[in-house]
């Protein structure tokens, strides 16, 4: 039985991935993911884009980080380089069935009202840039 913050999280993400990944994914590898993620966004200090977060899956993930709050903690957890890429398809996949069964194009995570990310289809890039006031620098 699952028993911390990202067990919702875990348990969303193995109703929605593909049968595929079913046998290689377990939900601690989606757990750890999640838990790495959070550890990148907690040691995050500006907006950033990650276009291949999910490997196999066309998706682009879009941190806005909150300048106003100056008083964010700073994880030392798990790095990306750690979380299995296996669990990023999965979670990738999940959010792309989710996206396919509502017609949309992109959705929005508040993270704790610190922060958010917003996961995206990557003909929606300018769209979501646009929205969120974000210039890429290259």
């Given at each position: ?43 995050a ?7 291949d ?5 066309p998706?682009?993930?879009l ?10 903690s ?34 929005q ?16 890039r ?13």
């Amino acid at each position: 039985m699952l028993n911390n913050e990202f067990d919702n999280a875990a348990s969303w993400v193995l109703d929605r991935m593909s049968r595929d990944l079913v046998k290689t994914v377990s939900s601690n590898d989606l757990i750890n993911a999640f838990a790495g993620l959070k550890a990148l966004s907690a040691k995050a200090s500006a907006t950033f884009l990650i276009p291949d977060l999910f490997p196999g899956v066309p998706l682009e993930m879009l941190f806005v980080h909150d300048t106003c709050n100056t008083n964010r903690s700073k994880s030392e957890t798990a790095v990306l380089g750690e979380i299995s890429p296996l669990a990023l398809t999965a979670i990738g996949s999940a959010i792309m069935t989710e996206l396919q069964s509502t017609n949309t194009d992109m959705v929005q995570y508040p993270l704790g009202g610190e922060a958010e990310v917003i996961v995206f289809l990557p003909a929606s890039r300018s769209t979501v840039l646009h929205a969120t006031g974000t210039t890429l620098l290259t």
